[in-house]
């Protein structure tokens, strides 16, 4: 079986390593996504945003494990404190400004006509995250894509492998459904295979010219 590790910078070592999933099990992952968008997207606006922001609550509670495990990943001494303070600020500025950016926009409204554009979500988002800042990176995706009624499948890069598992385990553990915002584990060919398919309804990709 294929496995993607994180070698730490710290002292060389395997820190972490997960088996790569299969195009077949990759695909099931998004077939779970795209049956719980619809479900997603009907839950008012307001219990979308309160159930990210009680993700990233929990996140917050688990900085005492997510602190160090990004020192041993990716070498960003302790001292820093992670990502936490950007990661915070970005998720509750999505929140303030959600009812406003996704509320339609009233063209006419007449005794002949009733004309507005209607915010629709996109259905399901891959969030492909890099090393850098894998935390406030992804949330900058993940954040107003949940909101906004989209389910979300997260690729991090090998360097930090265990920040999309973290992140969903806290969100899942806030209360987000398992299948509406899920972590995967791909080699490069089999990410290349699902979006080539048009697997995603919308990419965000952060990474190298060569990725």
């Not at 968008?37 to 009907?42: D, L």
């Not at 806030?174 to 979006?195: C, K, M, R, W, Y």
Request: aromatic share 8%; proline share 5%; glycine share 8%.
């Amino acid at each position: 079986m294929a496995m993607i590790q994180c070698i730490s910078p710290v002292d060389g070592s395997v820190y972490a390593e997960r088996p790569v999933l299969t195009l077949e099990a990759a695909t099931a992952v998004v077939a779970r996504a795209r049956q719980a968008q619809k479900g997603w997207a009907k839950r008012p606006l307001e219990e979308r945003v309160q159930l990210v922001l009680k993700g990233v609550a929990r996140l917050n509670e688990m900085a005492g494990e997510v602190v160090p495990e990004l020192a041993w990943m990716m070498g960003r001494p302790v001292r820093y404190g992670g990502e936490f303070k950007g990661f915070n600020e970005r998720s509750n500025y999505v929140a303030n400004v959600a009812a406003e950016a996704l509320a339609p926009i009233e063209i006419e409204t007449s005794a002949a006509f009733t004309r507005r554009i209607a915010r629709e979500p996109h259905g399901v988002v891959f969030v492909i995250a890099p090393w850098n800042y894998p935390y406030m990176t992804a949330i900058n995706t993940v954040a107003p894509a949940l909101m906004a009624g989209n389910t979300v499948i997260i690729k991090h890069a090998a360097q930090t492998l265990l920040v999309g598992e973290r992140m969903v385990r806290a969100f899942v553990e806030a209360g987000v459904p398992e299948d509406v915002f899920q972590n995967v584990f791909l080699d490069h060919q089999t990410s290349e295979q699902l979006i080539a398919t048009g697997a995603f309804n919308f990419i965000n990709f952060t990474g190298s010219v060569a990725g």
